[in-house]
Structure formats: structure tokens, C-alpha cells
């Protein structure tokens, strides 16, 4: 599975972004796709998930309220629309795929993720 990450830009504090993923190869109902992102000199963190079957969510903290989380099977793609964006959003958002999704442990940590995306820039200016 190859993903393939867009929709980054530089945006002001307040405002909105919607990132796509488009999924090449198949995506099985075990799976769950994700969207991570790393901030300069930070670690990678997990910002929302999704599963592929039943199109359960589930969000960071930080994010839950502002950012949703869709998938569009047909499309194999997912979304993250951003809102109210901040400026500690600022980041390189990752895509990111899980071939075993459990709906008692959803997937958070990088580690559980088998393949990624190459991101995509989000700049939030103040």
C-alpha cells in the first residue's frame, strides 16, 4: 500500500485546511488509516484515526473538537479537515495505514502504523 498525502499550505490562525489521502493498493476492512503529524524538532504525534470498516474515529486531545477525521472507500482516500487552526498545528501532517485495527485498542502510537506517507506541509502563521 502506497500513500500519497496533499492539501498542506500556509494558512493564518483561525482558519481552515483540508488534507487528502489517497490510498494505491488495497485497503482491507482490518485496516485503520491515520494522520500524524511532527512539528520542527518535536516527535511525531498522533492527531485522529479512522477505521476503514465502520468509519470509527478517534482523536488526540489537542485536536478533538477542531479536527474530523472521514474516509471516502470508493475513493480510497481519507480526509482531515482542519479547523480553527492555531498556530502550534503548524507541522508536516503524515498519513499513515494499520493493517490490524482493533476496536477495543485504536491505534495511536507510530509504532502500530505499517505504512506511511511522505506529508504534507501545514503552516499556520499567527
Known amino acids: 500500500v502506497q500513500l500519497q498525502a496533499c492539501g498542506g499550505g500556509l494558512v493564518q490562525a483561525g482558519d481552515s485546511l483540508r488534507l487528502s489521502c489517497t490510498a494505491s493498493?488495497?485497503?482491507?476492512?482490518?485496516?485503520?488509516l491515520g494522520w500524524f503529524r511532527q512539528a520542527p524538532g518535536k516527535e511525531r504525534e498522533f492527531a485522529a484515526g479512522?477505521?476503514?470498516?465502520?468509519?470509527?474515529?478517534w482523536y488526540a486531545g489537542s485536536v478533538k473538537g477542531r479536527f474530523t477525521i472521514s474516509r471516502d472507500n470508493a475513493k480510497n482516500t481519507i480526509y482531515l479537515q482542519m479547523n480553527t487552526l492555531k498556530p502550534e498545528d503548524t507541522a508536516v501532517y503524515y498519513c499513515?495505514?494499520?493493517?490490524?485495527?482493533?476496536?477495543?485498542?485504536?491505534?495511536?502510537?507510530?509504532?502500530?502504523?505499517?505504512?506511511w506517507g511522505q506529508g504534507t506541509l501545514v503552516t499556520v502563521s499567527s
Open positions: 493498493g488495497r485497503i482491507f476492512n482490518t485496516y485503520a
Open positions: 499513515a495505514a494499520d493493517r490490524t485495527y482493533s476496536r477495543l485498542a485504536p491505534p495511536r502510537r507510530t509504532h502500530e502504523y505499517n505504512y
Open positions: 479512522i477505521s476503514w470498516s465502520d468509519g470509527n474515529t
